[in-house]
């Protein structure tokens, strides 16, 4: 199963029950993240922010609160995609809303308002408390330069990628674009070329028969050996072990 969420709102997603055996997914603002999906798990996405996701055995129920962001409070303007495995307030809100929705076949417009208001503020809160001290970075990018130049780095990545390859579009230099995308994901451009890269490479692992040097080849990499060592840094596995 594979799918795109495109919210104009902001979007809290819930696992009530159930779960799935495999779940990957990655944001325009730099979130990623592979592995199994279980009751209580609670992600948050943006609005305006879309996600690309893949889901494999699943069998779970789950909901969703959607809070419009004009109505939501300042400090989720620029909040970023997050993902837990456990929220006790925002898991129970959501199971709350859900059972009465079954009971009534519907739920009263001024209580949602009222529980969208105070999950909104919940997260300022939250996000707040998670935000590193001190001042934002000085140098940054927009979510749709953020959203371009990943989209540049999955066309390419069985090449060779420059930082002048990513800059130049932007019209930005070179020593701009390394401080500002890194001001924007806490991430070098070269660990999030090399994190897609073994992206790519887990997906073909397991969706074809290739040959692993073929894999390699096919996500920018010549050497072999330097393969299996950057993929076992970033999955914790061989290619082959991966491919079991």
């Known amino acids: 199963m594979e799918g795109k969420i495109a919210p104009d709102f902001h979007l809290i997603m819930v696992t009530l029950s159930g779960g799935a055996a495999h779940h990957a997914f990655r944001t325009d603002d730099g979130y990623r993240y592979e592995g199994r999906d279980a009751k209580g798990m609670v992600s948050f996405l943006p609005a305006g922010c879309n996600r690309e996701l893949v889901l494999r055995d699943v069998a779970w129920e789950w909901g969703a609160i959607a809070i419009d962001p004009a109505l939501a409070s300042p400090k989720l303007h620029d909040a970023k995609s997050f993902l837990v495995g456990r929220d006790d307030f925002i898991y129970g809100m959501t199971a709350q809303m859900t059972n009465l929705c079954h009971r009534e076949g519907t739920l009263d417009q001024t209580y949602c308002s009222t529980m969208t208001l105070a999950l909104s503020e919940y997260l300022s809160n939250r996000i707040a408390e998670r935000s590193p001290r001190g001042p934002s970075p000085k140098y940054t990018l927009t979510r ?26 932007l019209g930005i230099s070179e020593g701009h674009f390394f401080r500002a995308f890194r001001g924007a994901t806490g991430h070098t451009p070269l660990e999030a070329i090399s994190s897609r890269r073994m992206d790519r490479a887990a997906r073909l692992l397991r969706e074809t028969d290739l ?34």
Do not use: M, N
Request: aromatic share 8%.
């Open 144 to 169: 749709r330069q953020l959203h371009k130049t990943y989209e540049r780095i999955d066309a390419r990545l069985a090449e060779p990628i420059s930082i002048s390859d990513l800059s130049l579009p």
């Open 211 to 244: 040959p692993i040097i073929e894999v390699a080849a096919l996500c920018g990499i010549a050497s072999p050996s330097y393969f299996a060592r950057l993929f076992r840094s970033h999955k914790g596995h061989s290619p082959s072990l991966w491919r079991k």
